[in-house]
């Protein structure tokens, strides 16, 4: 058996988001963004769910916007979950502090996880997702937001041109995250029914790129690469990738644009009552019908 890929360093990460804990509330915009829209779709779906699990709670943002949405009828437990336990010092409610990558459920002893922008630090993906889906009933639903591989393309960018420029090398300063077909392809590799990866780009406007910096650490999403470079940047490099920022991608009001992709990964834990796609040759409508037009086989010549 292959060992896990050490592409995290996990221990850091938890370290990382106890720091941030305190001010978190201070940028989390983006967590209260995809926490709504998760509450948004659990309202447009006709059923309940009974155990729920949030994966990832942070400060409990998903369980704030539940609460206050007729979503919340459908829930009929929220255990609220984190690598941090002083993330979670404030949510309120069941909570338990745990590993992503290390489920403590039983199997199908959940019926709904919900994982909000955590999951691109995980090690072993499709690890995780196999363990989230043998932790959920039949025809148990997993959503999952993450960001995706756009996800602060200027930044990376205007740090890799500074360092190589200074320093006349650059290593990895910021995380790689994941596409959207990798998205689909996960899915399906840890065992999903009905897959589905949709995508929003949400550009935030600061008025200087330090500003984005100090909001990525609030986040607790400061880089734990393991292979990242153990000298942090000098002052020149990090005042020419400003400039580099400025310079390349600054608005005529002066303000910088930053990009975050948020990858919105969903799945059905298998059931046999769940639709099935047709087999090969099964239709019983022809598309040129539909269409109007004539059929021809795919050796015809097209007339003038």
């Known amino acids: 058996m292959s060992a896990t890929p050490r592409i995290f360093d996990r221990v850091l990460h938890r370290r990382r988001l106890d720091r941030a804990a305190p001010g978190f509330g201070a940028a989390d915009f983006l967590k209260r963004r995809v ?5 948004e779709r659990l309202d447009g779906i006709n059923r309940r769910f009974g155990v729920t699990l949030d994966l990832g709670a942070r400060d409990g943002t998903f369980g704030r916007a539940l609460s206050e949405s007729p ?31 290390r ?6 002893s959940l019926n709904l996880i919900v994982s909000s922008l955590g999951l691109h630090w995980v090690n072993d993906l499709v690890g995780a997702l196999i363990q989230m889906r043998l932790a959920l009933a039949p025809d148990g639903l997993f959503i999952g ?13 205007s740090l890799l041109a500074a360092e190589t420029e200074i320093s006349g090398g650059a290593g990895p300063r910021v995380s790689p995250f994941a596409d959207a077909p990798d998205g689909g392809a996960l899915l399906q590799r840890a065992g999903f029914a009905l897959p589905v990866v949709d995508t929003e780009t949400v550009t935030v406007r600061y008025d200087h790129p330090l500003k984005l910096l100090a909001d990525v650490r609030a986040m607790g999403e400061t880089s734990v690469l393991f292979d990242r470079p153990r000298s942090p940047l000098s002052r020149a490099v990090l ?18 644009p930053a990009t975050f992709e948020i990858l919105t990964l969903t799945g059905w834990a298998p059931h046999d009552g769940q639709q099935k796609p047709l087999r090969p040759g099964s239709a019983t409508a022809r598309l040129a019908d539909a269409l109007g037009v004539v059929e021809r086989s795919a050796g015809d010549r097209a007339g003038r």
Do not use: H
């Open 145 to 157: 937001p993450m960001l995706g591989g756009a996800t602060l393309t200027e930044l990376r960018r």
């Open 103 to 108: 489920l403590p459920f039983a199997p199908a």
């Open 71 to 101: 979503a919340a009828a459908k829930v009929d437990l929220l255990i609220q979950s984190d690598l941090s336990a002083r993330m979670m010092a404030n949510a309120g409610g069941a909570r338990v502090v745990l590993d992503e990558e």
């Open 239 to 256: 005042d020419r990738a400003c400039e580099i920022y400025q310079n390349d991608y600054g608005e005529a009001d002066g303000r910088v």
């Open 35 to 39: 926490a709504d829209d998760l509450v």
